[in-house]
């Protein structure tokens, strides 16, 4: 970070490998609280962002974020599509005519979470892929306040996505068909939190050039 469109094409790669590798994991986990179709159709949706990484990296950084996020719109079914779209379209919006750069990016990507938050009606602890966003997003300012190096403040990141993962696994679902199994969605970790932390990780890892 900054995340240079450039790169856009190496973390479309690395999201669509990390996806496919725990595929049949995430499923599973999502068969049984969830539709059980969410892995199917984030792949839809990194399928179609694969088919436009070379228009993608010749684009400054707002006008990538708002391709992706129209891709992500019109490739993606379920909810996760309509709230990763809320997501990369608010920070188009947020990056417009803003230098790629640490401070604008954390700030654009606090602007969309909140976005996101609007457009699901949901918030920490309804066992959602906002309890990895907002984490991640409150680490990023702490470390970018605290100017940490680039390393480091990925590192926190990646902590802050686990730790929301792990925190969903004794939640009430309030949200989607799991909210309708009550007590039985406790003891399982939320798919969409996982898929989130996945990517999360996989960008890290892009950004940390290995």
């Not at 240079?4 to 590798?21: M, N």
């Given at each position: 970070m900054?995340i240079?469109?450039?790169?856009?094409?190496?973390?479309?790669?690395?999201?669509?490998?990390?996806?496919?590798?725990n595929?049949a994991?995430i499923?599973?986990?999502?068969q049984?609280?969830?539709?059980?179709?969410h892995?199917?159709?984030l792949q839809?949706?990194?399928?179609?962002?694969?088919?436009?990484?070379?228009?993608?990296?010749?684009?400054?950084?707002?006008?990538?974020?708002?391709v992706i996020g129209m891709?992500v719109m019109?490739?993606?079914?379920?909810a996760?599509?309509s709230?990763y779209?809320?997501?990369?379209?608010?920070?188009?919006?947020?990056?417009?005519d803003q230098?790629?750069?640490?401070?604008?990016?954390?700030?654009?990507?606090?602007?969309?979470?909140?976005?996101v938050?609007?457009?699901?009606?949901a918030?920490?602890?309804?066992?959602t892929?906002l309890?990895?966003l907002?984490?991640v997003?409150?680490?990023l300012?702490?470390s970018a306040?605290a100017g940490?190096?680039?390393?480091?403040?990925?590192?926190?990141v990646?902590?802050a996505?686990?730790?929301?993962?792990?925190?969903?696994?004794?939640?009430?679902a309030?949200?989607?068909?799991?909210?309708f199994?009550?007590?039985?969605?406790?003891g399982?970790?939320?798919?969409?939190?996982k898929?989130?932390q996945l990517?999360l990780?996989?960008i890290?890892?892009?950004?940390?050039?290995?």
């Open positions: 900054p240079s469109p450039a790169q856009f094409p190496l973390i479309i790669d690395a999201v669509a490998q990390a996806i496919a590798d595929a994991s499923t599973e986990l999502d049984t609280i969830g539709d059980g179709d892995v199917f159709n839809r949706g990194i399928e179609a962002l694969q088919a436009k990484k070379a228009e993608i990296a010749i684009l400054d950084w707002s006008a990538a974020w708002q891709t019109s490739a993606v079914g379920g996760s599509g709230l779209a809320t997501l990369f379209i608010s920070l188009a919006k947020h990056t417009r230098p790629a750069d640490v401070t604008h990016f954390v700030q654009a990507f606090q602007q969309a979470v909140e976005a938050k609007q457009r699901g009606k918030d920490v602890g309804e066992k892929l309890d990895v907002v984490p997003a409150i680490s300012h702490q306040e940490k190096a680039l390393a480091d403040l990925l590192d926190e990646c902590c996505a686990d730790a929301g993962v792990e925190s969903t696994r004794d939640m009430l309030t949200k989607g068909r799991a909210s199994l009550g007590e039985r969605s406790k399982h970790i939320d798919a969409g939190a898929t989130a990517m990780e996989a890290a890892s892009v950004l940390r050039g290995g």
